[in-house]
């Protein structure tokens, strides 16, 4: 059964920083790629950043490039979202995601994790 389980949110004053980790189980992590997408409320949940299985590519929505920073530590089975610079539009359930094999986690996901809150006060 695979599971992906997000934690590191919170309430955050704007300019501040967050890491979110989600840790991975039940799938063979070296060969997934692995993605962090979020909802704020009353809108879609949107892509936000993936990185491949290698950890090699790494892709950003244009709204969190030179804030975010996505990266994985295949020893932990864990991917990490580094939030720096946050702002108000940053709030959001933040959610795990994973597929296997190439970049398509960005569009279309396996696997999604439960969430965590993310909040930005201005």
């Known amino acids: 059964q695979v599971q992906l389980v997000e934690s590191g949110g919170g309430l955050v004053q704007a300019g501040g920083s967050l890491r979110l980790s989600c840790a991975a189980s039940?799938?063979?992590?070296?060969?997934?790629?692995m993605g962090w997408f979020r909802q704020a409320p009353g809108k879609e949940r949107e892509f936000v950043a993936a990185?491949?299985?290698?950890?090699?590519?790494?892709n950003y929505a244009d709204s969190v490039k030179g804030r975010f920073t996505i990266s994985r530590d295949k020893a932990k089975n864990t991917v990490y979202l580094q939030m720096n610079s946050l702002k108000p539009d940053d709030t959001a359930i933040y959610y795990c995601?994973?597929?296997?094999?190439?970049?398509?986690?960005?569009?279309?996901?396996?696997?999604w994790g439960q969430g965590t809150q993310v909040t930005v006060s201005s």
């Open positions: 995601a994973a597929r296997m094999g190439g970049m398509s986690v960005t569009t279309k996901p396996n696997y």
């Open positions: 039940g799938l063979t992590f070296s060969n997934h790629a």
């Open positions: 990185i491949s299985w290698s950890g090699g590519i790494r």
